[in-house]
């Protein structure tokens, strides 16, 4: 793997793993959420400490060169983060649509009885 690769892998791990924790010290970001981040991140850094992890997984999966493996393997991951928000924000939306028929309904009670 090119060693500027490398660095900018390894910056861009800290850089994220620094404003994911930021976020979760500041309660911009819940910690139940920030988790997959932060493993993210630590993904980023650890695949830029030891490039023979990148070789390792392009020939297991028969890729080439190792930076495609790296992109491929990040790529990856954060679609199963993006999947995991979209559950999150389905059943959240589910909340809401529950709370507005109760809400709904007791406000069609409260009419009936005055």
């Keep these: 793997m090119n060693i500027r690769l ?3 892998i390894l910056l861009i ?3 994220l793993l620094t404003s994911i924790l930021k976020m979760v010290q500041k309660t911009k970001l ?9 493993v993210s991140s ?11 992890i990148p070789h390792w997984v392009a020939d297991l999966i ?3 060169e190792p930076a495609n493996a790296v992109f491929l393997v990040l790529i990856l991951f954060e679609l199963g983060i993006n999947l995991n928000l979209t559950i999150t924000i389905s059943k959240q939306t589910n909340k809401v ?5 109760y809400i ?3 406000e069609n009670q ?5």
């Design 97 to 101: 649509k529950n709370m507005a028929q």
């Design 30 to 38: 819940d910690l139940k959420y920030s988790i997959l981040w932060i």
């Design 62 to 64: 028969g890729i080439i």
């Design 104 to 106: 709904a309904l007791m």
């Design 13 to 15: 791990g800290f850089i």
């Design 110 to 114: 409260n009419r009936e009885k005055s």
């Design 42 to 52: 630590v993904m980023f850094i650890i695949i830029a400490a030891f490039p023979v």
């Design 6 to 8: 490398q660095i900018s």
